[in-house]
């Protein structure tokens, strides 16, 4: 019998791109995907080149306007602060269960660049994701994307606190690895005049030029 899923999507989405888009195609035997969700992080997250996340939940919204699996959430991004990922897929667990019944699972889904950061401590010696974060994740679900030039699964293996969880992780093993094409080349491109056409939706390429975002 197969057993649906939600996928979460964390991210700045600054803009989203048709990589973010992938994750239509994050099907796995035994496994029915019956909702995937963008989540915008919140201003509050700090980058210098984040724009509002009025105008970042806009862009989600429109990039899956065609697209009746996927939807964009904004309970993160109404926040004036940075939520940690725990925290976020805790409330999206607890909200799909709410809506569809307990025998739907909500996965995190990160890449395996965000993985190999699972180790790495601060300049302080405190880790940059909190290690039982880590494993409460895994616990209610996680799936790994790979991405060229990451080892996702050898830094799992070097994390001896989670091996007992390691059968709870999903790791993607269809061949496709998640879309080169950056949220920052786009910003590039854009600031440059330069066609993004093919890399991003549409609707949000209008969307973009309308409100003339990403403009040097």
Not at 45 to 70: N, P, Q
Not at 103 to 129: E, H, M, S, Y
Request: charged content about 25%; overall charge neutral.
């Amino acid at each position: 019998m197969e057993k649906k899923a939600v996928i979460l999507a964390i991210g700045s989405f600054n803009p989203p791109t048709n990589g973010h888009l992938q994750i239509a195609t994050l099907e796995k035997k035994g496994m029915k995907v019956v909702e995937s969700i963008l989540s915008p992080v919140a201003d509050g997250y700090g980058k210098k080149t984040l724009i509002s996340a009025d105008h970042r939940f806009a862009m989600c919204v429109a990039a899956a306007e065609d697209l009746d699996w996927l939807r964009a959430d904004d309970w993160e991004c109404q926040k004036p602060e940075w939520t940690a990922a725990l925290d976020v897929l805790k409330h999206h667990s607890n909200d799909v269960k709410n809506r569809v019944g307990g025998k739907v699972r909500t996965f995190l889904l990160v890449g395996g660049d965000v993985v190999d950061r699972f180790p790495t401590r601060n300049a302080d010696g405190t880790f940059i994701w909190n290690q039982e974060d880590v494993i409460d994740i895994i616990k209610i679900g996680l799936i790994i994307q790979p991405r060229p030039g990451f080892t996702p699964m050898k830094t799992l293996e070097s994390m001896p606190e989670i091996a007992e969880f390691s059968n709870d992780i999903i790791v993607i093993e269809n061949g496709i690895t998640l879309n080169d094409i950056s949220s920052t080349r786009l910003r590039a491109a854009i600031a440059e005049g330069r066609s993004v056409k093919y890399s991003t939706p549409d609707a949000v390429i209008n969307y973009i030029k309308k409100h003339s975002l990403y403009k040097q």
